[in-house]
């Protein structure tokens, strides 16, 4: 079975831009969690989607959003793009239920500059 | 707000020694308690999932306990080995709200 997989592993992008990061979860997986990854704070709970739906939501600025689409599949979208915004970016995918074991993907590390 | 503290910050031990890490929280209504390693760069890897309603689960060298009223958790790890080097999490899942909250983690090193 795949696992988590998420695109692209890399990005630099400079201040004031956008990106959008993207996330395939384990087949079967309804459930897609959100986390931003930072050596001073480090990992917080961004969101989370289950059967396209945001199921949950941390306690960041609108600048942050995503989305889900029906293969499961999710998108992440951080507009306005700060410094701050430098971190490793997580997604982990689950069976669905609220007991459920999470699975995290290798990451997307995105570099503000 | 839920609050997951993990201490030590840091640890290194040798070879084959049996040691204990540890994770505290402040709200016990959680669902459950998840324990990872992570290694440098990379993702998360689930080690155990232990439910609220649970005092413990074994999986090969490692142990881990839940004691839902005093707030704490601890995993075992027996006979450790330098491949067990990296830096281990605990994150619970609350019952209001859903959300994960995330330890501070352990970074751990065995000496060969």
């Known amino acids: 079975k795949a696992g988590v997989t998420q695109t692209p592993r890399y990005l630099i992008k400079t201040r004031g831009q956008q990106v959008t990061l993207s996330c395939s979860p384990i087949?079967?997986?309804?459930?897609v969690s959100w986390y931003q990854q930072t050596p001073g704070q480090g990992l917080q709970f961004l969101f989370e989607y289950f059967s396209e739906t945001q199921r949950n939501k941390g306690n960041f600025p609108g600048r942050f959003s995503g989305r889900q689409f029906s293969n499961s599949r999710s998108e992440m979208n951080v507009s306005t793009l700060e410094l701050g915004d430098s971190a490793l970016y997580l997604c982990a995918s689950s069976g669905g239920t609220e007991q459920e074991t999470q699975y995290f993907g290798p990451g997307t590390r995105l570099l503000v500059l | 707000k839920q609050e997951v503290t993990q201490i030590p910050a840091a640890l290194s031990v040798p070879e084959g020694e049996n040691l204990v890490l540890n994770c505290s929280f402040t709200?016990?209504?959680?669902?459950?308690l998840q324990w990872f390693r992570q290694d440098p760069g990379k993702g998360l890897t689930s080690l155990l999932l232990?439910?609220?309603?649970?005092r413990e689960q074994t999986s090969g060298r490692l142990n881990a306990s839940l004691d839902k009223s005093s707030g704490r958790s601890t995993l075992y790890i027996a006979a450790s080995q330098p491949g067990d080097s990296a830096t281990y999490l605990c994150?619970?899942?609350?019952?209001?709200?859903?959300?994960?909250?995330f330890g501070t983690g352990t970074s751990l090193t065995v000496i060969p």
């Open positions: 087949s079967g997986h309804r459930s």
């Open positions: 994150a619970v899942r609350q019952r209001t709200g859903n959300q994960f909250y």
């Open positions: 709200d016990s209504a959680i669902y459950n």
């Open positions: 232990i439910q609220s309603s649970q």
